[in-house]
């Protein structure tokens, strides 16, 4: 490479140094004329997008298509791409910050262009777009406003999900110039707009409309800086003012003496405005200062964070000012540490002395200068002065006895980065400060959308980064364009891919489809291992029960209601049944999921369509108990009791229907005819209640029909009876017949009852009881003498003993319990 000066390209604006460093040179044919096309440029050293200005005549060439399209350019001059236009005028051309291609037409439609591939989303500005039509657009990081021909303002806010809202509306007039400032440097925190209308200037947002009283337009040009904090205006008679971007202060002005209306006004960085006419560009500093450079032909210039790009049809250059490293390092005249360390490294390859007195003369500083020569080394495009910074650098670090080495390493392999980058054929000029905002990441995005693949991977590889997005977007292009047959491709890909780690077939497999390829994205989707990636693309490429058997392979019960939800959606019920009785998991996650959400009629038919007769009687048998009405209950039991009646093996089920059956029509007979309702009751509470209330006929009737053993009606009766309190009822009982459950439940129940008297009755009908039961339970009733009895004829000296102290012996009870007592229990 040619060594030159490093402060050739300087030229002094003010008390500061501009460079244009040469980037890029024969950047278009010759017979692409420039000033025939609009021209576009993404930030960080980005693609550069042109179209034929519509308003200009150009001469006819029978070799040139004459449909309209947009090229898409690197800054060296390499087609990227060339996209076809068919949606009309085109009044919008910008990009994001992630280097998607916007392009609007006059009637408010935008494409979205993403990759630098023809691949777009579209989405519209709203109808008010459509009936007025788009005037300018004005674009930023990730959105955009639209002018529109009635000086309506449209706002876009973000480009992955484009929702468009009407801004303030600014008053009426001819809009001469308009720009806007980005939400991120905005109090509001949403984008405003800067309008000039008549001779001053109007700030829109989403609320209001604010005139700034300005009274010296109106202005041709309006431009923010990057950092958002200042404003440069430019008037029709020659004057550029730049002020506070709140409109408070005036900071400069200078007049151009040009009665020629320039064709940009750009910030270079926050410092300087650039003023460009066809052929001159001047950088205007502070108080007026300038520097100017002149071409051969059209120039356009392209802003970025930290200069401007300048583009013609041979140079690409770049404008910025200079770094402070820089300029300590460089200037002309200056003794710097960094300065002397740079001239240290000359003599030393010279083999001088002065190598040494230049190292302890700064000796102090090294450290300043070491670090000085490393960040200089960053915003250096020339190789050799890279090489050279870097030499001094390694040179006064090795003199030191303690230096971290952390920032000379990462610098080395930045510039190794970026060096590979700026290569014409990749065409990424990207300077030091661009990459620091761009990342790594988004570098190697940029590189994968070029489609530089090797590149990407040795760079993610050097600087320790992931790359497996890079061999997904292979494959993807490959699945896209590739001729061969799909067997070839799917096992190139996965040859290519196999041991990768984080690999998305599930990516390739889409991009296949979305060709048209369908079968080779299901080749592919069988290398994915992650059910949850292939399930949604097997479902949107209509493979359903693949879709369905990969989501049970994977045990994910969320999945497999994801898939069985779609295919419920989307198939009539028998098919969906079909499919799913084959799979005994997808038919227990429907059946679970509908018994929680009491889907009843998508049960039965489940039960119905698979030949489950129980089940599906068991429905009927639930929705019978859930009913209010008698009747209605009645016949879902019979319903019931018709799924079975086919089956020989439940004649045990349909006998207990029957009975359900008989007990609801009794019940509600009983409803009509008696005083209480009954419905709902089993056959003994039935029973029970009947008796409670006192219809015994009835309560045999229930008896008979329902066979009910003796012995279980008479413990109902037992109950009911003494629920009712009806003693009379149980002593005729007592006397009249022989109890089946003998005569300690009547005992028992009587007692809990509270009535001790009768309880005691029974007590002498009690039989097989245990030796001193009878005491307790005369005990319990309150009648010792009676237990004291019964002790005595047991000689159970100890309950005797307990009784007469219980009772006292200086009382009567106490008394006749002694005497009970005296002759068998003889002290």
């Known amino acids: 490479m040619e060594i030159t000066n490093p402060t050739a390209g300087w030229e002094k604006v003010g008390d500061r140094f501009y460079r244009k460093t040469q980037l890029y040179t024969a950047i278009f044919d010759q017979d692409l004329d420039l ?42 001059g390499k087609l990227l791409k060339s996209i076809a236009w068919d949606k009309g005028s085109i009044k ?86 308009w720009t806007l400032v980005a939400p991120s440097f905005t109090l509001s925190r949403s984008v405003e707009v800067l309008l000039s209308i008549g001779k001053t200037i109007y700030v829109v947002d989403a609320t209001e409309c604010e005139d700034r009283f300005l009274d010296i337009g109106p202005f041709t040009h309006i431009s923010v800086s990057p950092n958002g904090k200042f404003a440069a205006l430019y008037t029709a008679d020659g004057v550029a003012h730049v002020i506070t971007a709140d409109f408070q202060s005036r900071l400069s002005e200078y007049n151009s003496r040009s009665q020629i209306t320039p064709k940009y006004l ?100 090294l450290v300043e200068a070491v670090d000085t020569c490393v960040a200089a080394a960053g915003h250096e495009f020339n190789v050799y002065w890279q090489k050279q910074l870097l030499k001094a650098a390694s040179f006064g670090k090795s003199v030191l006895d303690i230096y971290s080495s952390d920032e000379f390493v990462d610098m080395c392999e930045t510039l190794r980065v970026l060096n590979a980058v700026r290569f014409y054929e990749i065409g990424l000029p990207l300077s030091y400060e661009q990459y620091r905002r761009l990342t790594p990441e988004g570098l190697i995005q940029r590189l994968i959308n070029r489609h530089e693949y090797l590149l990407a991977l040795r760079i993610a590889g050097y600087l320790r980064l992931p790359n497996d997005q890079i061999y997904v977007h292979w494959a993807s292009a490959k699945v896209r364009v590739g001729t061969e047959d799909d067997d070839s491709i799917c096992r190139l890909v996965v040859e290519k891919l196999a041991g990768k780690p984080g690999i998305s077939f599930e990516a390739i497999a889409r991009a296949a489809y979305d060709e048209g390829r369908g079968r080779l994205a299901t080749e592919l989707l069988n290398h994915e291992p992650r059910a949850g990636r292939q399930v949604p693309l097997l479902l949107s490429m209509e493979e359903d029960e693949i879709a369905l058997d990969k989501a049970i392979e994977s045990g994910d019960s969320d999945l497999i209601f994801f898939v069985l939800l779609h295919l419920k959606k989307k198939l009539p019920l028998a098919s969906f049944f079909r499919v799913i009785n084959a799979r005994p998991a997808a038919t227990a996650l429907v059946e679970s999921s509908a018994t929680l959400q009491d889907d009843n009629t998508l049960l039965k038919d489940l039960y119905y369509q698979d030949d489950r007769r129980v089940d599906g009687s068991g429905v009927f048998i639930r929705e019978a108990l859930e009913q209010t009405d008698p009747r209605t209950s009645t016949d879902k039991l019979a319903l019931a009791a018709k799924l079975l009646s086919d089956s020989r093996e439940n004649t045990f089920e349909i006998a207990a229907l029957k009975e359900a059956s008989t007990l609801l029509r ?76 003998g ?57 005797w003993n307990r009784l007469l102290e219980a009772a006292g012996k200086n009382t009567p009870e106490g008394r006749d319990i002694e005497r009970l007592g005296a002759q068998v229990f003889k002290k």
């Open 743 to 799: 005569w300690e439940p009547f005992f028992n129940q009587i007692l809990q009852a509270g009535n001790t008297r009768l309880a005691a009755t029974f007590i002498p009908k009690c039989t097989g009881l245990e030796p001193g039961a009878a005491v307790t339970m005369y005990e319990k009733c309150g009648l010792r003498v009676k237990a004291a009895e019964e002790a005595v004829k047991i000689k159970d000296a100890d309950a």
């Open 666 to 741: 009794m019940q509600e007979a009983f409803d009509r005819d008696l005083t209480d309702s009954f419905t709902g009751l089993s056959v003994n509470d039935t029973l029970f209640k009947l008796i409670r209330l006192g219809y015994h006929s009835q309560a045999k009737k229930i008896q008979s029909e329902f066979k009910v053993p003796e012995k279980v009606a008479w413990w109902i009766r037992l109950r009911a009876l003494v629920a009712k309190r009806d003693w009379n009822e149980i002593e005729e009982i007592a006397k009249s017949r022989k109890s089946p459950i």
């Open 92 to 177: 919008g051309l910008g990009w994001s910050e992630d280097e998607k291609l916007l392009v609007v037409s006059y009637d408010g439609t935008v494409r979205c262009y993403y990759n630098l591939q023809r691949d777009f989303t579209q989405f519209s500005l709203g109808r008010e777009a459509e009936d007025f039509g788009v005037h300018s657009c004005r674009f930023y990081d990730n959105g955009m406003v639209a002018l529109l021909s009635n000086n309506a303002l449209v706002s876009v806010s973000s480009y992955d999900e484009p929702r468009p809202k009407l801004l303030a509306s600014p008053p009426e007039g001819e809009v001469h110039a």
């Open 35 to 76: 000033d025939n096309y609009i021209v576009a440029g993404a930030p960080y050293g980005g693609a550069i997008a042109i179209y034929r200005d519509e308003t200009k005549l150009v001469s006819y060439r029978p070799s040139k298509s004459s449909k309209p399209s947009i090229d898409i350019y690197s800054c060296a």
């Open 266 to 365: 750009q910030w270079c960085g926050n410092d300087a405005v650039v003023v460009a006419w066809d052929d001159e560009v001047n950088v205007v500093g502070p108080n007026s200062a300038v520097a100017s450079f002149v071409y051969d032909g059209r120039v356009h210039v392209i802003g970025d964070h930290d200069g401007v790009r300048l583009i013609s049809n041979d140079v690409c250059d770049f404008v910025q000012k200079v770094p402070d490293v820089t300029d300590e390092v460089f200037r002309y005249g200056t003794e710097s540490p960094a300065s002397v360390l740079l001239d240290a490294v000359g003599q030393l390859e010279n083999q001088s002395p002065k190598a040494d007195d230049n190292i302890q003369l700064i000796r102090p500083n």
